[in-house]
């Protein structure tokens, strides 16, 4: 028997799906949110998520392309036409294929670190594709989790999964206060290092070989003053030129990639 076709932009089904991709407060109350494309899909569905359903575009990507038939019900598998495809799809360069996902929130008491672990910590970072990009830096360095602070915007976002590569789904991710974060550090006796201008050493001169959180605020206001005096050390990335201040996604990618030298060193 053949999946069902949906073959109008006003089904119902393809309505639900736009909203929860623009809406954050649809998927909290739904629990749910959207995944496109096979490599993101993949990473999503070997790190435990369940789907809820699987949308595809037989004259982009066929059936047997997929190979979701495990982590499917058959029920929850739909054929689009080109349009209706065209209207959910976001990426420009589509691979056919977009799912809807049960979420899963991971709390601090259930993140699970090494004895010598690197952690990145982004405090009340707005711009989903800066968190993306983080977060697909953290996967290719290694590091052991993510803590988002006070966070705003939603790990669900369909930006944030887009410019992740889906490395939201290979690097275990938090989101809690930055209280809740710098209570969990010192009791896992993990080095703060926060990177701030003021006060500070360069980050090369700093020790990350031990268990290190790498702390960064915003591009705009830097960190609160909680985490500055919550750091055992302050550090800072040399500005040779007339800015001041780096993306916060380069700079992440810069000090973790510092602490992978020392750690490879």
């Known amino acids: 028997m053949a999946d069902e076709l949906i073959t109008s932009a006003k089904n119902p089904k393809i309505r639900r799906l736009l909203e929860l991709q623009q809406k954050s407060s649809l998927r909290r109350a739904e629990g749910i949110f959207v995944v496109e494309g096979l490599r993101e899909l993949r990473h999503c569905l070997e790190a435990g ?3 809820e359903s699987l949308f595809y575009c037989p004259g982009i990507c066929a059936r047997p392309e997929l190979g979701m038939e495990s982590f499917a ?21 589509s691979e056919g294929v977009v799912a809807t996902v049960h ?3 991971l709390s601090l008491t259930e993140l699970s670190l090494p004895s010598n672990p690197l952690v990145i910590v982004l405090e009340s970072v707005e711009k989903p594709g800066n968190l993306g990009a983080v977060l697909r830096s953290a996967d290719a360095a290694g590091a052991d989790a993510l803590l988002v602070c006070d966070p705003l ?11 992740s590569l889906g490395a939201v789904f290979t690097v275990p991710s938090v989101c809690c206060s930055s209280s809740q974060a710098i209570s969990f550090l010192k009791e896992k006796g993990i080095r703060i290092l926060t990177a701030q201008l ?8 700093t020790d990350m070989t031990r268990g290190t959180a790498l702390v960064m605020g915003t591009e705009s206001t830097g960190l609160t003053n909680e985490w500055r005096e919550a750091a055992d050390a302050h550090i800072r990335i040399p500005m040779n030129g007339k800015m001041d201040s780096l993306n916060v996604s380069v700079s992440a990618a810069i000090l973790m990639f510092e602490a992978v030298r020392q750690r490879n060193g």
């Open 198 to 205: 003021q006060d500070s050493s360069l980050y090369y001169d």
């Open 49 to 51: 998520f369940k789907l």
């Open 73 to 93: 019900e058959k029920e929850s598998i739909f054929a689009l036409s080109p349009e209706a495809y065209s209207r959910i799809a976001v990426r420009d360069s």
């Open 153 to 163: 915007t939603d790990l669900y976002n369909p930006n944030l999964i887009r410019a």
């Open 103 to 105: 979420s899963r929130c």
